[in-house]
């Protein structure tokens, strides 16, 4: 179990608490839940802008538009709402469930690394915020690992699935084999979207060859490209660089 930590604040002084309470609203109303979705999405910005360390509550209440008073309605402090943040990309990067419950192995690998690259492209970002985070908070770190180590099942049972299938090399272990993959699309991402020495590539064509990296690394079958990706253009359209 690892320690609960308390992270570095570079803020102007210590964050006070409001009439001394701890306890916060989940947000159950309709205005709630929309006071919420604004201090996320501006505490996301602010941590992109300034770097965690710099960041301060009162300017992510001032991004937000809401009350100082009213943060703490919702959050108790600037880790708490960091860790919200952090749980909540690393699920949207990591969860292709959505995304590939149809089609074949092939369809499922596309889309899963169709669905990977977007979700890194939309939060590069904070993405970069976090990487710094996890080099000195044990807390962070853990909930990331976990989150990855979750993702490396979720893998691990798609390529026994596929050795059952018939469809994947029998002598490759399903969890190095899993991992060595998944981190080669994940580094290819971060060349594209955080340090630009992948950058220039068209999305779909990066896509494309991720997915045949992938299979022909597994001893897929040969197959045409354009039977896996037709009917797959018009979602990842959208994910092209901007």
């Not at 699935?161 to 002598?171: F, I, M, P, T």
């Not at 981190?183 to 991720?210: C, N, P, W």
């Amino acid at each position: 179990m690892v320690k609960k930590t308390r992270l570095p604040n570079a803020s102007r002084g210590r964050e006070p608490e409001v009439d001394g309470r701890k306890a916060r609203a989940t947000g159950r109303t309709v205005r709630g839940r929309k006071t919420r979705v604004q201090l996320l999405a501006a505490a996301k910005t602010v941590f992109v802008r300034d770097g965690f360390l710099h960041a301060r509550i009162a300017d992510i209440c001032e991004e937000a538009g809401v009350s100082y008073g009213s943060f703490y309605t919702y959050f108790t402090s600037k880790e708490e709402i960091f860790q919200e943040l952090l749980d909540s990309i690393e699920i949207d990067l990591l969860d292709v469930s959505a995304d590939v419950s149809d089609g074949d192995a092939y369809e499922r690998i596309y889309s899963a690394n169709a669905h990977f690259l977007e979700q890194y492209r939309k939060n590069a970002g904070i993405l970069a915020v976090i990487e710094q985070v996890v080099t000195f908070d044990p807390e962070s770190r853990a909930r990331r690992d976990a989150r990855e180590q979750a993702f490396a099942d979720v893998l691990e049972r798609s390529m026994r699935q596929y050795q059952s299938d018939g469809l994947v090399d029998a002598r490759l272990h399903p969890r190095i084999a899993a991992s060595a993959l998944g981190a080669m699309v994940e580094a290819f991402a971060k060349g594209m979207y955080m340090t630009g020495r992948s950058s220039g590539y068209d999305l779909d064509t990066v896509i494309e060859q991720l997915t045949l990296l992938w299979t022909n690394a597994l001893g897929m079958p040969p197959r045409e490209l354009g039977s896996v990706t037709s009917g797959k253009s018009d979602a990842s359209a959208s994910t092209k660089r901007r």
